[in-house]
């Protein structure tokens, strides 16, 4: 049960942003310039990082829905290759910039203080480029923040991942908005 | 030294605010709302929100800054320094120590904030509002905390600064200043 009374019906984020819809407004805007882009870093990369954060915040709306965003833009039909991402992105076939990148993102997930010259020499090397190091420090914290504020108000989240299936489509096709309801579970 | 190319003259978030704009905007935009917006919460009392999170995620910027603001609106020093030291003793109200242990849940992380704390804050008269912005601001600043260390920007050590950074967002507010920032050299 949510730790205040938040609107009925509203899984994950969209419960807290439907509560107060005039903080949603820039969150929404932020998920949307950091998120729905591809300059740089592509739509899939950066939600990639968007769930690996999430999952190391042991956060399960975010890490689920975002999961089903790159999945789809991934062409990862049954999720298993964003799975493998977040157990060890080092066995991976990722790019050696993403692993790079992702190496980053977790210790931004651990604290701004733990990203060392080092890790940032090892994303240049692998051909990062300063917007795409300044681009994944922010979805890392930005999603510190998204993580904390599903959880520390104790929303609740769908178990059913046909919900977040379908969910991703809609985020793929229009970007981030706190007015859409979840599709209703069909199976 | 930043991990990438910053005004030199922006030390702290501002440099990276200016780096990115269309990101900045929003995350200018929510801390406005959150901060200076119409709220039964005191500007100084978010102050505090934000310089206890600071505070403990050790963001020498952030901490300074916010601890300034604090001051300025409150009109002493004393508050936010005990507030950083031990908060349960702090010359502050009951439900203000209820938020103020829900923000420092939360900076640990959001799943540590616990059904003790919620009630502790709402026993203590806490709206549904103000647990949810305390919930909001702490997260909002373990962004700009996360983004100021992880880029490895600048704390300029000299107080003096602080001081004319701790006037302009108390006095201005947190959106971008029409034009940007000039470069004084």
């Known amino acids: 049960m949510p730790h205040i009374s938040l609107p009925e019906g509203m899984p994950g984020i969209l419960g807290p942003m439907n509560f107060s819809p005039e903080t949603a407004a820039p969150m929404n805007a932020l998920a949307n310039a950091l998120l729905q882009t591809d300059e740089g870093l592509s739509r899939g990369e950066r939600e990639l990082i968007a769930t690996y954060v999430s999952s190391e915040n042991d956060c399960f709306f975010c890490q689920t829905i975002h999961g089903a965003v790159a999945s789809h833009y991934l062409g990862d039909a049954d999720g298993s290759f964003v799975k493998a991402v977040k157990c060890d992105f080092e066995q991976t076939t990722l790019s050696d ?65 046909n919900v977040y299936r379908l969910r991703a ?3 793929a096709n229009d970007g981030y908005s706190a007015s859409a309801p979840y599709a209703p579970v069909t199976s | 030294m ?7 003259h922006l030390p702290g978030i501002t440099g990276l605010l200016e780096y990115r704009l269309d990101t900045a905007m929003p995350i200018r935009d929510l801390t406005q709302i959150l901060l200076r917006g119409e709220s039964s919460l005191t500007q100084g009392e978010r102050e505090l929100i934000a310089t206890i999170v600071s505070s403990r995620n050790c963001t020498n910027f952030c901490e300074a800054a916010h601890t300034k603001a604090a001051d300025l609106l409150l009109g002493e020093s004393e508050t936010a320094r005990l507030v950083k030291l031990d908060f349960e003793s702090a010359p502050v109200s009951d439900k203000m120590k209820a938020l103020l242990n829900i923000a420092a849940l939360t900076q640990k ?7 003790e704390a919620i009630e502790r804050a709402q026993k203590a008269g806490a709206t549904d509002l103000e647990i949810h912005d305390t919930v909001l601001i702490a997260a909002l600043f373990c962004l700009y905390n996360k983004y100021v260390d992880g880029l490895a920007t600048v704390a300029p050590s000299d107080p003096a600064f602080y001081q004319t950074l701790g006037e302009r967002i108390v006095g201005r507010g947190y959106l971008r200043p029409p034009g940007g920032f000039v470069n004084p050299s």
Do not use: W
């Open chain 1, 169 to 171: 489509l809609r985020i």
């Open chain 2, 2 to 8: 930043p991990h990438i190319p910053l005004p030199e």
């Open chain 2, 109 to 115: 992380s959001g799943k540590a904030v616990s059904e």
């Open chain 1, 97 to 161: 910039k993403m692993k790079a990148l992702l190496s980053i993102a977790g210790s931004v997930q651990k604290g701004g203080k733990n990203v060392t010259i080092e890790q940032v020499e090892a994303a240049k090397k692998q051909g990062a480029t300063d917007k795409d190091i300044h681009d994944t420090v922010l979805i890392a914290a930005a999603f510190c923040m998204f993580n904390r504020y599903v959880d520390g108000l104790a929303t609740t989240a769908p178990t059913e991942e």
